[in-house]
Nanobody, 125 residues
Framework: QVQLVESGGGSVQAGGSLRLSCNAS????????MAWFRQAPGKEREFVAVINWSSGGTYYVDSVKGRFTISRDNANNTMYLQMNNLQPEDTAVYYCAATPLSLRLGTTEADFGSWGQGTQVTVSS
């Protein structure tokens, strides 16, 4: 499995921006899908975005399209989530996750086997 460590969370006002980072180690990360999920208090963990580390292909949940950008830095084995125009409903613990490219890509928590510890994002109105 791959080990994942997130960083970059914090508190911002509505309309502000944050960039989350997820550093990966342990296995050949180029053979993985890597994703961001989030979990708000009292809610289930929700898919946000995913990137095919090999091809760079991306996919987003509709609620963040045009505001969030997922990207990767091959040299540093780091994935990013640039979040712009943040809104109070974006408040959650954000997790990075990974699953091998050899598996069917899904967007549920069960589809990913490796997880980071999470980082808190709080957006005030």
């Amino acid at each position: 499995q791959v080990q994942l460590v997130e960083s970059g969370g914090g508190s911002v006002q509505a309309g502000g921006s944050l960039r989350l980072s997820c550093n990966a180690s342990g296995r050949a990360i180029s053979t993985y899908f890597m994703a961001w999920f989030r979990q708000a208090p009292g809610k289930e963990r929700e898919f946000v975005a995913v990137i095919n580390w090999s091809s760079g292909g991306t996919y987003y949940v509709d609620s963040v399209k045009g505001r969030f950008t997922i990207s990767r830095d091959n040299a540093n084995n780091t994935m990013y989530l640039q979040m712009n125009n943040l809104q109070p409903e974006d408040t959650a613990v954000y997790y990075c996750a990974a699953t091998p490219l050899s598996l069917r890509l899904g967007t549920t928590e069960a589809d990913f086997g490796s997880w980071g510890q999470g980082t808190q994002v709080t957006v005030s109105s």
